[in-house]
């Protein structure tokens, strides 16, 4: 299975990937070449000529940036580049292309254990300087296995302004066999100095048939519960995953698409919005309970601290304690978002059907499980109510973007919606 099977309807981006991936295998292989036998009549074996070579102009650079709607596949994407990058099967000198999937560099790619591929995502709010830093040092290095240090930031949009001028330096002088892949929603969620330097693919949202194809072809799941999980989530490949393969996710879901017919007055919105922030607090902490004790017992262990030695920290250390607690509480609130946003694109989701039902549309329910509810809402709305009320859900999703508190924030939001 080629790195690229993963990569779900994004034929044009996965053209353009794979023609870059030949010029950078073509390139390495070359410069080894040059290296072992430095003779002027060295050509390059059969398969070897990039697609450079017969244009005149690469199609690989060393800063790409991918964007694209939320489960459209962004990091999947990249992560497909960099395994690609680090190809090393044999077929390639008889003119196969890199990113076979098979061999020992694309495999620990996309595992993540590649020594040359660093993968950075955030649970947390925001990227800071310090951790930048980080990347750039890192950046400067040569790779370990002879080919590319490929750096993958799946979340570029939550760096701060601070941490996007630290990166700008390592993006406008790059060492020679680096590659920055930097993932964000869209476009303007990058500095215009970093994204004006970057090679930009837009992603779109994957059909639904695609959807459901990756989700029995490789997640092995029933055909009629892939195609339900895809349609409910509009071609978002990781929910549609999750709602597929988790009850918990589906009944969270079943009680978000119940809320419309829950708000026929001012005590049923307050208590359907306090609902919505309860199920996200939950979210949190079963988040906080899988990941935060074991965290703890790790740094009082590297602390000398362990538990069986009494309990308590060592002189001095106290300062470490206190970071970990303050990035465990920021992963706690960033879950919390999270849940709740995403319970909020479901009620969306719900009356985008609602005002196709209205309009007559003959597009497919994405909520055909509460079809009825959907056609009780219609029949007692009209479609420009119902606009109004997809605009209230969206501006709460962006008062909580402004760190509006959310019980109030989903509060108004509810008594919009009762109100239309």
């Keep these: 299975m080629a790195v690229w099977d993963d990569v779900v309807g994004q034929d044009r981006v996965t053209a353009q990937l794979a023609a870059a991936a030949r010029d950078a295998d073509a390139r390495v292989t070359a410069e080894h070449a040059a290296l072992q036998a430095p003779s002027p009549g060295t050509q390059p074996a059969p ?26 596949g962004r990091s999947t994407a990249a992560r497909a580049f960099a395994a690609a990058l680090q190809c090393v099967s044999p077929d390639r000198a008889l003119g196969g292309a890199p990113g076979c999937g098979f061999c020992d560099g694309c495999h620990t790619s996309l595992v993540g254990t590649h020594a040359d591929v660093e993968i ?3 649970d947390l709010l925001s990227i800071g300087v310090k951790e930048t830093r980080d990347l750039v040092r890192r950046s400067s290095l040569s790779p370990a296995g002879g080919r590319w240090q490929v750096i993958v ?12 001028n630290v990166l700008l330096k390592a993006v406008e002088e790059p060492a020679p066999r680096t590659v920055w892949l930097l ?4 476009i303007e969620d990058v500095l215009p100095t970093i994204r004006s330097r970057c090679r930009h693919l837009s992603l779109r949202t994957p059909p639904v048939a695609a959807v459901a194809d990756v989700l ?38 079943a009680a978000v698409l119940k809320l419309p017919l829950r708000i026929d007055d001012i005590g049923g919105c ?34 000398g601290a362990a538990s069986g030695t009494g309990g308590r920290l060592p002189r001095g250390t106290a300062g470490a304690m ?12 960033r879950t919390q978002r999270d849940s709740l946003d995403l319970a909020l694109v479901d009620l969306t989701g719900f009356y985008r059907d609602v005002l196709a039902v209205q309009m007559g549309a003959s597009v497919p329910l994405a909520n055909d499980e509460v079809q009825d509810s959907v056609r009780r809402i219609a029949s007692g709305s009209t479609p420009e109510r119902t606009l109004r009320r997809i605009e209230a859900v969206i501006a709460c999703r962006e008062a909580l973007d402004r760190n509006v508190a959310p019980l109030l924030a989903v509060e108004a939001m509810t008594a919009a919606l009762r109100a239309g």
């Design 47 to 72: 398969g070897q000529e990039s697609s450079a070579e017969r244009s005149g102009a690469s199609q690989m650079t060393h800063a790409w940036l991918f964007t694209g709607p939320p489960g459209s």
């Design 120 to 122: 950075v995502r955030t």
């Design 153 to 164: 930031l799946e979340d570029a949009d939550r760096l701060t302004e601070g941490a996007g």
């Design 183 to 186: 993932c964000a929603p869209s």
């Design 216 to 253: 029995v072809r490789r997640d092995g799941i029933e055909p009629e519960v892939a195609d339900r999980a895809a349609r409910a989530t509009q071609g978002h490949i990781g929910r549609a995953r999750r709602l597929a393969t988790d009850e918990r996710a589906r009944t969270r879901r």
């Design 270 to 303: 307050l208590k359907a919005a306090q609902e919505l922030i309860d199920a996200a607090g939950e979210d949190a902490k079963q988040v906080a309970e899988e990941i935060d004790t074991k965290e703890t017992e790790e740094l009082r262990a590297a602390l």
């Design 322 to 333: 206190k970071e970990l607690q303050d990035k465990q509480k920021r992963r706690s609130t």
